[in-house]
């Protein structure tokens, strides 16, 4: 396996960015397939849900749109490869980044606590 390669700042928005559905993540403990498959480092962190159950979340201003981290059967992903989100938890798509950006402002004037959860 190969070392995370890319920090720092990116430099221009992806045209796609990474989102993980917490109810579909296993779990950081059990799991982080992502943060493995992920180039970036600390792009992909652990974080409590709702429930308190830490899973895996996308740092939108980390995150460049690689798809690596995303399911082989995902529709999402961009490319073969037998590594990713397992197909069992299909967890991760990528949505395009105007959206996620959307998601987000409506989240922060709806609850500001809430934002990147």
């Known amino acids: 396996m190969w070392t995370k390669m890319m920090s720092g700042p990116r430099k ?3 045209k796609k960015i990474a ?3 917490p109810d579909a993540c296993f779990g950081a403990f ?3 397939i992502c943060q493995a ?3 970036v480092d600390d ?3 652990e974080q409590p849900d709702a429930d308190g159950r830490m899973v895996c979340a996308v740092r939108v201003e980390a995150c460049i749109g690689c798809g690596l981290c995303v399911s082989l059967g995902n529709a999402t992903a961009p490319q073969p490869r037998d590594f ?3 197909t ?4 991760i798509d990528l949505i395009p980044y105007d959206e996620v950006v959307q ?3 409506d989240d922060a004037t709806q609850s500001p606590e809430m934002v990147g959860t």
């Open 12 to 14: 221009r928005a992806p």
């Open 19 to 21: 989102v993980i559905d």
């Open 30 to 32: 059990a799991c982080s």
């Open 37 to 39: 498959a992920c180039p």
């Open 43 to 45: 792009c992909i962190i």
């Open 84 to 86: 990713g989100c397992p």
């Open 88 to 91: 069992d938890y299909d967890a």
């Open 103 to 105: 998601l987000l402002e």
